[in-house]
């Protein structure tokens, strides 16, 4: 299968500031990228959809200019968390798709603690 | 609709035992249902996957079998093994966003 990475794989942060995380797929192409959030002992909750050089698709309930994600190029997208709060500390987890295949693969995700 | 409900939110299993965890769906426009292990602090990993078109498909020790009329399918994991403790989530797909089950906790007790 293909290999995703994400960077960092923890970062703690201070209520109200920014914080970038990348997400890259190593072997592949990734047309498409998923960015997902997931709290202690729950399911993955899709945030956003965003494909190669268009504006990322955001899931009802999610907030487009507080989760800021770029997908500028075939092998990178991030997700800024923009004047981060408490209640945004949450497990990050991206996954690409892309050609050749078809099924997304997952990072290893990063875990976000705002202090 | 697109609710993905899976089934039983823990389970504990002999090791060499069969492990059974069952989902269902509503939506019949899913037409890819994976199942992703996830071990604490990592992020999910393709276990096995299914087309409705098919009722089973088998890969080691993994098997999914899958109902399109009633709308289910499960994961049954024979011989399980300590190592195979995680949690566990089913998914359904549908237009390239997968809709991911509660999940769960599998442990595999020695």
């Known amino acids: 299968g293909a290999v995703v990475s994400q960077h960092p794989s923890w970062v703690i942060c201070k209520s109200g500031t920014s914080v970038k995380i990348e997400c890259r797929s190593l072997d592949f192409q990734a047309t498409t990228m998923f960015w997902y959030r997931q709290f202690p002992k729950q399911s993955l909750m899709l945030m956003a959809t965003?494909?190669?050089?268009?504006?990322?698709?955001?899931e009802q309930g999610v907030e487009k200019d507080k989760f800021l994600i770029n997908h500028a190029s075939l092998t990178l997208s991030t997700l800024t968390v923009t004047s981060a709060h408490p209640e945004d500390s949450s497990f990050y987890i991206c996954s690409a798709r892309g050609s050749p295949y078809n099924e997304q693969f997952f990072g290893p995700g990063t875990r976000l603690t705002v202090l | 609709q697109q609710q993905v409900k899976q089934s039983p939110q823990s389970l504990i299993v002999q090791k060499g035992g069969i492990s059974i965890i069952n989902c269902a769906y509503e939506n019949t426009a899913f037409d890819y249902f994976p199942w992703y292990q996830q071990f604490p602090g990592k992020g999910p990993a393709l276990l096995i996957a299914?087309?409705?078109?098919?009722s089973e498909k088998k890969e080691g020790r993994f098997t999914i079998s899958f109902n399109k009329s009633a709308k289910q399918f499960s994961l049954h994991i024979m011989d399980s093994q300590p190592g195979d403790s995680a949690t566990y989530f089913c998914?359904?797909?549908?237009?390239?966003?997968?809709?991911f089950g509660q999940g769960t906790e599998l442990s595999v007790k020695p």
């Open positions: 299914i087309r409705p078109d098919v």
């Open positions: 965003s494909n190669e050089g268009s504006k990322a698709t955001y």
């Open positions: 998914a359904a797909n549908r237009g390239g966003k997968l809709i």
